[in-house]
């Protein structure tokens, strides 16, 4: 960090977006999955 101050914060900020990223991906599967578990559980014998 003390070398660089610009190439840590590139990278800072990649590591950042990437985090969001993959936070809004794993909220979009989980929103497949309880949808995905509401349609079962609508189609299972009760």
């Known amino acids: ?3 660089d101050p610009a190439l840590f ?3 800072h900020k990649k590591f950042e977006e990437e985090e969001a990223q993959e936070a809004g991906v794993r909220s979009r599967r989980e929103a497949r999955w309880r ?3 509401e349609i079962a559980s609508s ?3 009760q």
Do not use: A
């Open 1 to 3: 960090m003390d070398h």
């Open 9 to 11: 914060e590139e990278c």
């Open 35 to 37: 949808r995905l578990e």
């Open 43 to 45: 189609k299972s014998p």
